[in-house]
């Protein structure tokens, strides 16, 4: 699991937990992203790495495990 922080930091959001929700619900709505129910976790604050890597892709950036296989 990754925290949104993390995830937050990766896609260079700075606004807040919430307002990430809002934008997660709304990037759904847009038929950008098609998270399933165990991708996010409101309460705890995390996202799973499948949904990390998934959302990465969206913006363009590598999963972290591609990234340390090349190195």
């Known amino acids: 699991m990754k925290t949104f922080n993390q995830i ?3 896609i260079g959001f700075c ?3 919430e307002f990430f929700l809002e ?3 709304m990037l759904q709505d847009a038929g ?3 998270p ?4 996010i976790d409101s309460d705890s604050k995390t996202v799973s790495e499948d ?3 998934r959302l990465a892709s969206v913006y363009g950036i590598e ?3 591609t990234l340390w296989q090349q190195d």
């Open 15 to 17: 606004q807040t937990d």
């Open 32 to 34: 950008v992203i098609h």
């Open 51 to 53: 949904f990390y890597n």
């Open 8 to 10: 937050k930091s990766l």
């Open 23 to 25: 934008y997660l619900q």
């Open 63 to 65: 999963a972290e495990e």
């Open 36 to 39: 399933v129910e165990s991708d």
